[in-house]
Every structure is written in structure tokens, then in C-alpha cells.
């Protein structure tokens, strides 16, 4: 199957900083991403959909300017955290649909935030 | 806005047993698809079974199946001869065809299979 890879898988940063989340399709490219959120032992919440070549759409109550998304390649998206804070704390996940469409997304294995 | 339920929280049962996870949804779209992911431990989030919904055929993958009601909007998965590393969290989830193609997840069910 299709390989996504999220990079780094765990992150701690001090308060205030910012924070680079990479989401790369390894052997497809996909024109459209998506950014999701999981608190502990809870579901995905969907952030944000990062289309290639063109600004990111983010769901209702998401900050774009908190977390900034940059989808400049077919292979390649990304999430900033800016002046990140300890609510920000959360398990970032990434999927990528393939350009063909077929309807299935492929999943990242996930970045772990932690800001102290 | 399309919803997603899960109503079991948690299921646990023995290993080689059968067990069956409950999912409704709401739309008023007429074609969709309909998946069950699973999240174990590890947080990586693994395909387990899709349905188109114009397909009345239930799919089946192995030891998962699926029963849809797609009158009732009810997407059951089935997991036949359950064993230890069934042991996930389980996600329904509902995506449209035409518009905005993002998924949409249930509250997930934490199944443990015990030996």
C-alpha cells in the first residue's frame, strides 16, 4: 500500500516556540493532505485540508494563523505550530489522498507534541 | 453537516470469539463511502474495510466483514475468530463523493481481545 511518513514522530519544545510537522507521500503524490488532531483516548478532529499549490481550508474554531499549513510539492505538506503553548500539546496526524482519487486516504503514523 | 456515532466505548471479549462494533451515520447524500479504521497502540491508523455506498454487496475483508443498512444508515463490522492483535481502537468513518472529501470520524470503540 501507499506510504506516508510524518516527521519527527515525537517533539517536546519550550513554550513560545514554533514547531515544523512534515507529512511526505513516499510513493504517490497527493494533490490533497489533511491535518488532524487527537486528544488522548479520543477521535481525529479534522483541522485543516492542504491542497497543493493553493491556500489551506481550516475547519471552524482552528486558527490559521496558530497553525500554519504549506502544501508546496505533490509530495510534501506542512504544519507549523507557531508560539506554541502547552494546550497546544496534542498527537498530530497527517493523511494524504492519491492523486488518482480512488477515495482512500493514507495515513501518517503520527507526530506527538509535547510543549512544556 | 454529516455525523458519525459510535454508542460502544469499549467492548472486550475472548479470543476466537466473534464480536460485532455498531456504527450510525447521518447524511442526506445519496453516494458516499464508509470505512472502519483501527488505531493500535502503536497510534498509526490502518485501513480495515471500506463500502461504497451504491454497492449493496457488504464488504468483506478475511475475518472482517461488514453489514450495511444503508436505509437505517448502519455500518456494523464484524470480526470473526478475533485474536490478540485485534486489540485496537476502532474508528467508523464516513466520507462524501462529490464536494469536500474529508473523512469524518466516530467516537471510536476500545475492543480488547483477551486470550
Known amino acids: 500500500g501507499a506510504v506516508v511518513s510524518q516527521h519527527p514522530s515525537r517533539v517536546i519544545c519550550k513554550s513560545g516556540t514554533s514547531v515544523k510537522i512534515e507529512c511526505r507521500s513516499l510513493d504517490f503524490q497527493a494533490t490533497t493532505m489533511f491535518w488532524y488532531r487527537q486528544f488522548p483516548k479520543q477521535s481525529l478532529m479534522l483541522m485543516a485540508t492542504?491542497?497543493?499549490?493553493?491556500?489551506?481550508?481550516?475547519e471552524q474554531g482552528v486558527e490559521k494563523d496558530k497553525f500554519l499549513i504549506n502544501h508546496a510539492s505533490l509530495t510534501l505538506s506542512t504544519l507549523t505550530v507557531t508560539s506554541a503553548h502547552p494546550e497546544d500539546s496534542s498527537f498530530y496526524i497527517c493523511s494524504a489522498r492519491d492523486r488518482l482519487n480512488t477515495g482512500e486516504l493514507f495515513f501518517g503514523e503520527g507526530s506527538r507534541l509535547t510543549v512544556l | 453537516a454529516q455525523t458519525v456515532t459510535q454508542s460502544q466505548p469499549e467492548m472486550s471479549v475472548q479470543e476466537a470469539e466473534t464480536v460485532t462494533l455498531s456504527c450510525t451515520y447521518d447524511t442526506s447524500e445519496n453516494n458516499y463511502y464508509l470505512f472502519w479504521y483501527k488505531q493500535p497502540p502503536s497510534r498509526q491508523m490502518i485501513l480495515v474495510i471500506r463500502?461504497?455506498?451504491?454497492?449493496?454487496q457488504n464488504a468483506t475483508e478475511n475475518r472482517f466483514s461488514v453489514n450495511f443498512q444503508k436505509a437505517a444508515k448502519s455500518f456494523s463490522l464484524k470480526i470473526s475468530d478475533s485474536q490478540l492483535g485485534d486489540t485496537a481502537m476502532y474508528f467508523c468513518?464516513?466520507?462524501?463523493?462529490?464536494?469536500?472529501?474529508?473523512?469524518?470520524f466516530g467516537q471510536g470503540t476500545r475492543l480488547t481481545i483477551n486470550p
Open positions: 463500502q461504497e455506498a451504491y454497492k449493496q
Open positions: 492542504s491542497n497543493e499549490g493553493s491556500k489551506a481550508t481550516y
Open positions: 468513518a464516513f466520507m462524501r463523493i462529490q464536494g469536500a472529501q474529508k473523512l469524518v
